[in-house]
């Protein structure tokens, strides 16, 4: 499938300021002249920072987290695959850990491309593309063996100004078939939680995972977080979901050929229970709304190609 939008390599022609982008000791950082900048991870090409030109981070990492490669990270944006929560024992990844192996892997940095045009703006708009690969190859023998598939995939960062699109490509580089789900597990920092709320989940099902996994009707297209939440949202309609706070848009997530969005927030009890999960309070400045295609499996055949991801905008 091609991917839309995907921004052109750099023109010789470019003239006018230029992106940076360094890449150091497992950190990949671009800035734009805009000021815009975005800090990635080779473990798990896990985002760890994306600020808007005006310094604010759009995204929550717990002071807590380990950046370090030891554990996956609590904040950002971790990439969830081959499997999304704890597998079905009776599955081809029933033998992985929650949220599979991609998170806690070490991608290689592919390389960098720019663009002078807008990858989601119809506005002239410098972006910037950072790609990472991670392929079966580097897999720790561990999870070469717990799921033995040959598959390819690349993750590619775009920064834009005011926005961040990241998608991800799946491709299935062996003889046999696999099945496999995905979905990017974003920590959104709100400024206060019990100001925001969530549009555009209205008329969905969803399977609440704190409710024993029962399946529910959203009538209220607007979500408040008021407690515990881990919901997935199914095959939505509206491909955006935005997040409010104070009556004020924050943030617009647009899913890109993906039809689920998890939304979770520990709170109190939950955040006590995660060693990772710092301050404690911190449930009060975060929320995840994960995009993904967790609803049943993602079949590809050999040599098959699958593409989904999300366009993010900040609206400060
Ligand atoms: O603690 P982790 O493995 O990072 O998972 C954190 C959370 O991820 C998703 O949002 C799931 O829906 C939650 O059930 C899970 O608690």
Redesign the pocket.
């Known amino acids: 499938m091609d991917r839309p939008n995907k921004p052109a390599a750099l023109s010789p022609s470019s003239t006018g300021p230029q992106p940076t982008v360094r890449s150091d000791k497992g950190r990949v950082t671009a800035t734009l002249p805009t000021g815009d900048s975005v800090e990635v991870l080779t473990y798990g090409a896990t985002v760890i920072s994306w600020k808007s030109g005006s310094g604010q981070e759009n995204l929550w990492v717990s002071e807590a987290a380990k950046l370090d490669g030891s554990k996956?990270v609590?904040g950002g944006i971790?990439v969830v695959f081959p499997c999304?929560?704890p597998p079905p024992k009776d599955h081809a990844t029933g033998k992985l850990p929650?949220?599979g192996f991609a998170r806690n892997s070490q991608w290689e940095f592919l390389g960098k491309s720019s663009s002078e045009s807008g990858a989601s703006s119809s506005k002239a708009d410098d972006s910037v593309t950072l790609d990472f690969g991670l392929s079966t190859a580097q897999l720790s023998e561990e999870a070469k063996k717990a799921w033995p598939f040959d598959f390819g995939l690349v993750y590619s960062v775009t920064l834009g100004k005011g926005r961040l699109q990241t998608m991800l490509n799946v491709r299935n580089e062996g003889k046999t078939s696999f099945e496999f789900q995905m979905l990017l597990?974003s920590y959104f920092r709100v400024e206060d939680i019990s100001r925001t709320e969530t549009r555009g989940l209205g008329s969905v099902t969803y399977v609440d995972?704190v409710l024993n996994a029962t399946e529910h009707q959203q009538t209220d297209p607007n979500v408040r977080i008021t407690g515990e939440v881990?919901r997935?949202y199914k095959s939505i309609k509206i491909d955006t979901t935005s997040i409010v706070e104070g009556g004020q848009p924050r943030l617009d997530i647009t899913r890109d050929n993906l039809e689920d969005t998890?939304l979770?927030n520990?709170w109190i009890e939950?955040a006590k229970g995660?060693g990772d999960f710092e301050p404690k309070d911190g449930y009060k400045k975060m929320l995840?709304v994960?995009v993904g295609a967790v609803e049943g499996w993602q079949k590809l055949e050999p040599g098959d190609t699958f593409e989904g991801g999300q366009i993010v905008k900040s609206h400060v």
């Open positions: 996956p609590r971790p999304f929560g929650q949220h597990h995972k881990d997935v998890v979770w520990p939950k995660m995840c994960e």
